[in-house]
Antibody, heavy 116, light 106 residues
């Protein structure tokens, strides 16, 4: 069965970066794109963007351009999202999901807390 | 940006009720709308895709309808296990989630 396993919680300082991973199993990794979604109490769910796991091509929602960078490592069936120049507004639970819409598969979420 | 406005933001319901919630798009999104269910402490789960297609394994008490700018999710016979927050997502113009409808027990 398809599973997306995310890395653990992160505590980061303002101005720093974090890199979250999403390891896929149970299917051919390049068969499905992987999306990333942000969830906060105040803003609800926000779609960050997606990555083509075969070509590495990406598409970002405008708001997250320059904030999020999506990459993949096909050899380990893992997708990554790096968040840069962190501020307290980046504190959230981040999910990977698949594919682009009709998001049938979700990771368990990674809590990122930005605090000095 | 396409804004998705969900209503109501919360509902107090009883087991057995028929529940209807809405999602209104700020522009025509065709039928490019999904519905998701999120229970406390869990990841969202896909219920409906393409506005009206029930995902595999989703009970038939869940029904999605609509096109253009107005969409509806109906739960025909509310069960206790359906207590959750429900979100719509449009993917016609980039992607936008609605703010959610929370179902709570009376």
């Amino acid at each position: 069965q398809v599973q997306l396993q995310q890395s653990g919680a992160e505590l980061a300082k303002p101005g720093s970066s974090v890199k979250i991973s999403c390891k896929a199993s149970g299917y051919t990794f390049t068969s499905y794109y992987i999306s990333w979604i942000k969830q906060t109490t105040g803003q609800g769910l926000e779609y960050i963007g997606y990555i083509n796991t075969g070509s590495g091509g990406t598409n970002y929602n405008e708001k997250f351009k320059g904030k999020a960078t999506l990459t993949v490592d096909k050899s380990s069936s893992t997708a990554f999202m790096q968040l840069s120049s962190l501020t307290p507004d980046d504190s959230a639970v981040y999910y990977c999901a698949s594919p682009i819409a009709a998001l049938a598969y979700w990771g368990q979420g990674t809590l990122v807390t930005v605090s000095s | 940006n396409t804004v998705m406005t969900q209503s109501p933001t919360s509902m107090f319901i009883s087991v057995g009720d028929r529940v209807t919630m809405n999602c209104k798009a700020s522009q025509n999104v065709g039928t490019n709308v999904d519905w998701y269910q999120q229970k406390t402490g869990q990841s969202p789960k896909l219920l409906i895709y393409g506005a009206s297609n029930r995902y595999t394994g989703v009970p038939d008490r869940f029904t999605g309808s609509g096109s253009g700018t107005d969409f509806t999710l109906t739960i025909s016979n509310m069960q206790a296990e359906d207590l959750a927050v429900y979100y719509c997502l449009q993917y016609n113009y980039n992607w936008t989630f609605g703010g959610g409808t929370k179902l709570e027990l009376k």
